[in-house]
């Protein structure tokens, strides 16, 4: 299943219709478990998710255990994507971000400190109500981000997952450029007006 290797990935394959293609794959996987379905998948977004951990700081090699591990969930995973709930590019790079912070969770290392050092680290963390602050500041953008429509969501998640540029989405999704920049500036608009309210 995973003969081709992320750093050569196989030839491309014609980007019209990027979404409703991708999610016709997701529905051959989970109905047929299609191996041409999942190669084609893997095709098009294991370059895209070693991109992205290796721009989250992972090193190439664990960028491309995630990648990897990312697409099995995929496999194994995708009768629960559902069109309704957003793109199938949103619901990938979700199973991607949670892998990542599981790997970065599971790698913090157990160290001894000097009283010296524990109080140095002790003075840079923030106070409990500046963490729940946060915190709920992290659960009002997530919230903002999924009420979008998933069109504009889906455009926010190529710019500042896949960090593809508004030329690049555009290809990418065949969409005419003015398009692309109207969902972008809906998006941030719609955004910015729900927390509104934030320092």
Do not use: C
């Not at 050092?117 to 981000?145: F, I, K």
């Not at 500042?160 to 065949?174: V, W």
């Amino acid at each position: 299943m995973f003969a081709a290797s992320i750093d050569q990935p196989m030839a491309r394959w014609s980007p019209g219709g990027a979404r409703t293609r991708m999610s016709e794959l997701l529905s051959r996987i989970a109905r047929e478990r299609s191996d041409d379905a999942f190669r084609r998948l893997f095709e098009e977004f294991a370059p895209r998710i070693r991109g992205y951990m290796m721009r989250q700081g992972a090193d190439g090699a664990t960028a491309e255990e995630l990648a990897q591990e990312t697409l099995l969930t995929v496999w194994n995973k995708a009768g629960l994507y559902s069109a309704g709930k957003g793109t199938s590019t949103t619901w990938i790079f979700r199973i991607a971000r949670n892998l990542r912070i599981d790997r970065l969770r599971k790698e913090v290392a157990w160290q001894e400190l000097s009283e010296e050092h524990a109080e140095t680290v002790a003075s840079e963390e923030p106070a409990p109500d500046e963490a729940l602050s946060r915190r709920q500041r992290e659960v009002r953008v997530r919230a903002a981000l999924d009420g979008l429509p998933p069109d504009q969501r889906e455009v926010v998640v190529l710019a500042f997952i896949d960090g593809l540029s508004q030329n690049e989405i555009a290809k990418r999704l065949s969409l005419p450029l003015g398009t692309v920049k109207s969902r972008v500036r809906l998006a941030y608009q719609k955004v910015r007006d729900a927390l509104r309210d934030l320092s």
